[in-house]
């Protein structure tokens, strides 16, 4: 079916779950003029019933069902993330734009099948990495580009925190654990800072702390890029005194922060006092010590940014409306996501953990 040409597109939801109902149904609830949700699916009848008084739409058990529909401009994929490759795929071959929620594979192989799928039905699969529009991680990209920290050494990412946990995302079977669960979102950001390519040395190790499950749920990455800066990637449940989300080292100076400000500091080469390699011992002995001016800048998030989850899902789709109603070109790709996976797959390679007996996913009731 094509898309409409008039009027607000028409989209279905899959799960009804924390993203389904409080990330996109939230979300798209709030901008009538461009998003109509028509149908949502899950397996919970008391979700179903929600979803038809407070949204109006259609609602199905199985989401193959709602897949058969033709009058679906836009899918959503928010069911658990071990269904992200095999729903994503079915809603594809049945003629459906689709967004997949993070993950969108855990293995090169299965989003390669997903991006053939997307090809030979001409259909967009359009991966859902909101924080690479969190304005936090923007305007550190802005700094860096700036050059006022000189040549960027290393950046490290911390999304950490001390917690337990014991719902679905704590087991392997279900494709969870912190870098499925949490690790999209600093691995894209992540990729990003080394323009997407592939980094030739990737060391990772995982733990299980805090979790009742049998899914890791501490993750340290260093990867190593030619001409790159190092990055450091830290998503740790059992860190009681975390690190600033991002921490930024140059030549000329550096950052420190996250989503309530950023903070950098830095030398101007121009005015700093001029110094030659000493190569005989220092009198004293002494150390080498100078005054060295520093510049420091803040910056700290507007009103609207200060709703970090509307902020990024409002940019997010304000674009797939316009990639999908205007034309616009695509600009978080299914192939930029391919280099994530691709290490997430190699984090997992490396750190085997033993794994709990299958149950399968509980029926709905």
């Not at 860096?144 to 999304?159: A, E, K, N, P």
Request: glycine residues 6%.
């Amino acid at each position: 079916m094509p898309i409409s040409k008039k009027g607000p597109l028409r989209v279905a939801v899959l799960g009804q779950g924390r993203s389904g109902l409080d990330i996109h149904c939230h979300y798209l609830k709030t901008a009538p003029r461009k998003f109509e949700i028509i149908a949502i699916a899950d397996l919970l009848r008391e979700r179903r019933k929600r979803a038809a008084e407070e949204m109006g739409c259609a609602t199905y058990a199985d989401y193959r069902d709602l897949l058969a529909r033709d009058d679906l401009d836009l899918v959503v994929n928010a069911l658990p993330s071990h269904l992200h490759p095999e729903a994503t795929i079915a809603a594809l071959e049945a003629g459906h734009h689709t967004i997949c929620e993070k993950p969108l594979a855990w293995s090169v192989a299965k989003l390669d099948k997903m991006i053939a799928a997307a090809r030979a039905s001409r259909r967009k699969l359009l991966p859902f990495q909101q924080s690479r529009n969190a304005p936090q991680f923007q305007k550190m990209l802005q700094i860096i580009d700036s050059g006022v920290l000189g040549r960027i050494v290393q950046v490290s990412l911390s999304f950490s925190s001390f917690a337990r946990r014991w719902d679905w995302q704590t087991v392997q079977e279900y494709r969870a654990g912190n870098l499925l669960n949490t690790g999209p979102h600093p691995m894209d950001q992540a990729m990003r800072l080394l323009d997407f390519k592939k980094p030739q040395h990737i060391l990772c190790a995982m733990d299980r702390a805090n979790t009742y499950g049998d899914a890791e749920d501490y993750v340290k990455i260093l990867l190593r890029t030619r001409g790159k800066p190092v990055i450091d990637v830290e998503i740790s449940s059992c860190t009681t005194f975390p690190q600033p989300m991002y921490t930024v080292h140059g030549e000329r100076g550096g950052l420190s922060g996250g989503p309530s400000g950023l903070t950098w500091r830095y030398y101007d080469p121009k005015k700093a006092p001029k110094h030659k390699l000493i190569r005989s011992p220092l009198p004293g002995p002494s150390y080498c010590g100078e005054e060295l001016p520093m510049i420091e800048k803040t910056w700290t998030p507007s009103k609207t940014q200060q709703n970090a989850f509307g902020f990024m899902s409002k940019a997010y789709y304000d674009h797939i409306y316009a990639v999908l109603r205007e034309g616009a070109k695509l600009e978080i790709t299914p192939q930029q996501v391919r280099v994530q996976v691709a290490v997430v797959e190699e984090c997992h390679r490396q750190n085997p953990l033993s794994k709990l007996p299958r149950k399968g996913w509980p029926k709905g009731k």
